[in-house]
């Protein structure tokens, strides 16, 4: 299939894009760079373009026949959407409504959107499933539910069929090591950790060891980048086939606790990696945990890298490289 990938110079848009060029399709990315690289797309044509200029849109939808579009180009930090809505309405829904009409005006008709489980809000219970209700309490959230709304409304309209795919914690990097997580500021704990383990921070902090859990600390979903890129294949082979619009949840099942990141970073790294303790944050719950099993049955997810030390060995791979290129 022809593919386009928005966003596809991110984190996880660019192991999508080596993804989609490894199994065959042929992939363009569109990507404003504004936090994305342009170095992270190898393969496949590259346009920089905002999804906000509905005229370069236009212009890609006019020189290519797509079988389908894949949407990262979601900003992502929930304290920068508290403090900036504005920024994320605009460029989380507003945005993608200008990506959709384009679509609808070149008849396009699939589309897989990366989605986040933070439209469920605090849990009523976990792991959480499909059937929980959607409850998004900062801007972040609510403009992925938004999104997943309108979606709705295009399908019913327009005849666009959409897979939403809703998971916590994207983590780990390429297992060849091409690929990884560059976020400025960084806010993800794997990346976080492998910092401290590699010397480009002094310390990594705790937020609280007085939770519910086994050893105190928070407990969150985190799933290999790769594994959510399947995911997104798959999502993408259902509607070629078919298939309606429909939601997955993406997660391990289990969750891994702070203090788990921190044991596996050590293992993997050999390294002592130094801990500051910190008071609870505002609004962290216990337990942040997806329920993965309908993606597995309906999808036929079948994840590859759901170990702790695959993960954060992958991720401790990929730091070495950055150390090494940021090294003066």
């Known amino acids: 299939m022809k593919v386009l990938v928005v966003g596809g110079a991110g984190y996880i848009g660019s192991h999508m894009v080596k993804l989609l060029s490894r199994t065959g399709h042929d992939v363009v990315t ?10 992270a797309v190898a393969d496949g044509e590259f346009v920089q373009a905002d999804l906000a200029d509905r005229a370069a849109l236009d212009e890609v939808f006019k020189r ?81 539910w938004m999104v997943e709304q309108a979606l709705a409304g295009y399908d019913r309209a327009f005849g666009l069929k959409s897979v939403c795919l809703r998971y916590f914690n994207a983590a780990g990097a390429d297992p060849e090591g091409e690929l990884g997580e560059r976020h400025d500021p960084e806010t993800h704990l794997i990346p976080l950790v492998l910092q401290a383990a590699s010397r480009r921070r002094p310390d990594i902090r705790v937020f609280g060891r007085d939770y519910d859990t086994p050893d105190g600390t928070c407990i969150r979903d985190y799933v290999h980048v790769m594994d959510l890129c399947q995911a997104h294949l798959l999502a993408l082979d259902r509607l070629a086939a078919g298939a309606g619009s429909d939601a997955f949840n993406l997660g391990n099942g289990n969750g891994f606790s702070v203090q788990q990141v921190i044991d596996a970073a050590r293992r993997v790294t050999g390294r002592d990696i130094t801990v500051k303790e910190g008071p609870r944050r505002a609004g962290d719950p216990a337990r942040l945990v997806a329920n993965a099993g309908r993606a597995k049955a309906v999808l036929g997810w079948n994840p590859q890298f759901s170990d702790l030390d695959v993960i954060v060995g992958h991720a401790w791979q990929w730091e070495q490289e950055l150390y090494r290129q940021l090294r003066p």
């Open 64 to 144: 290519h026949t797509f079988d389908g579009v894949m949407h990262f180009a979601s900003f992502i930090q929930v304290g920068e959407s508290v403090a900036r809505p504005d920024l994320y309405y605009r460029n989380n829904f507003s945005n993608t409504l200008n990506l959709l009409d384009a679509m609808v005006a070149h008849d396009v008709k699939r589309f897989i959107f990366s989605s986040t489980a933070a439209i469920f809000g605090e849990p009523d219970y976990v792991p959480i499933d499909e059937a929980h209700l959607a409850r998004p309490i900062n801007p972040y959230g609510i403009s992925k």
């Open 30 to 39: 569109l990507d404003n760079l504004c936090t994305g690289f342009r170095d």
